[in-house]
C-alpha cells in the first residue's frame, strides 16, 4: 500500500471511530431520556464502544502490516463529519425533549443503515483474518441493530 493511501486510511479509520463515539453517545442520551428502556439502550452504547476499540485495532494493524492491505470502498471525510454533526445534534434534541420515543427509535434505526455504518466492510481489502474478524463483527453487529430496533419500533406500534 502508498504511504498516502496508508495515511488517507488511518485518517478515515479515526473519523469512522469518532462516529461510533458519537453513536454511542446517542445511546447513552437515549437511556437517560428513556430509562424504561435503559437496559436496552446501554448494550446498544457498549457496542458502539466495542466498535471503536475495534476500529483502534484494526487501525493498529494496517500501520504494523499496511502490505497486507488494500484500498477499498473510499470514504469522503466531509460525509464521516457532516454524520457525526447530525448525531450529536439529535443527541442534543433528544437532551432538551425534542424526540418522542417514536423518534428516537426510527432515529437510532436510520443511524445504523446509514452508508457509514453499513459499508464499514468495504473501507479496505485484505485476507487478514484478524481485520476481516473484527470487521465481521462490527458489520454482524450493525445487522443485530438495525434488527433490535425493527423489533422496538413493532412493539411501540410503528
Same mark, same amino acid.
Request: charged share 30%.
Given at each position: 500500500?502508498?504511504?498516502?493511501? +496508508?495515511?488517507?486510511? &488511518? #485518517?478515515? @479509520?479515526?473519523?469512522?471511530?469518532?462516529?461510533? &463515539?458519537?453513536?454511542?453517545?446517542?445511546?447513552?442520551?437515549?437511556?437517560?431520556?428513556?430509562?424504561?428502556?435503559?437496559?436496552?439502550? =446501554?448494550?446498544?452504547?457498549?457496542?458502539?464502544?466495542?466498535?471503536?476499540? #475495534?476500529?483502534?485495532?484494526?487501525?493498529?494493524?494496517?500501520?504494523? %502490516?499496511?502490505?497486507?492491505?488494500?484500498?477499498?470502498?473510499?470514504? *469522503?471525510?466531509?460525509?464521516?463529519?457532516?454524520?457525526?454533526?447530525?448525531? %450529536?445534534?439529535?443527541? !442534543? %434534541? @433528544?437532551?432538551?425533549?425534542?424526540?418522542? &420515543?417514536?423518534?428516537?427509535?426510527? =432515529?437510532? /434505526?436510520? @443511524?445504523?443503515?446509514?452508508?457509514?455504518?453499513?459499508?464499514?466492510? !468495504?473501507?479496505? *481489502?485484505?485476507?487478514?483474518?484478524?481485520? /476481516?474478524? +473484527?470487521?465481521? !463483527?462490527?458489520?454482524?453487529? =450493525? /445487522?443485530?441493530? @438495525?434488527?433490535?430496533?425493527? %423489533?422496538?419500533?413493532?412493539?411501540?406500534?410503528?
Amino acid at each position: 500500500m502508498l504511504q498516502k493511501d +496508508l495515511a488517507d486510511i &488511518l #485518517n478515515v @479509520l479515526g473519523k469512522m471511530k469518532e462516529h461510533e &463515539l458519537a453513536m454511542a453517545e446517542f445511546y447513552m442520551a437515549c437511556s437517560q431520556v428513556w430509562s424504561v428502556d435503559k437496559e436496552f439502550w =446501554t448494550d446498544m452504547e457498549q457496542s458502539e464502544m466495542k466498535h471503536a476499540q #475495534n476500529l483502534e485495532k484494526i487501525a493498529k494493524f494496517l500501520s504494523e %502490516r499496511p502490505e497486507s492491505f488494500h484500498p477499498g470502498r473510499p470514504f *469522503k471525510m466531509v460525509a464521516i463529519q457532516t454524520a457525526i454533526s447530525g448525531i %450529536r445534534s439529535d443527541i !442534543e %434534541r @433528544l437532551k432538551k425533549g425534542e424526540f418522542p &420515543l417514536y423518534k428516537t427509535l426510527f =432515529t437510532a /434505526r436510520d @443511524l445504523e443503515q446509514s452508508i457509514i455504518e453499513s459499508k464499514y466492510g !468495504e473501507v479496505i *481489502k485484505t485476507d487478514d483474518i484478524e481485520f /476481516r474478524s +473484527l470487521m465481521s !463483527e462490527v458489520v454482524s453487529d =450493525t /445487522r443485530s441493530h @438495525l434488527d433490535q430496533l425493527t %423489533r422496538k419500533i413493532k412493539e411501540w406500534g410503528g
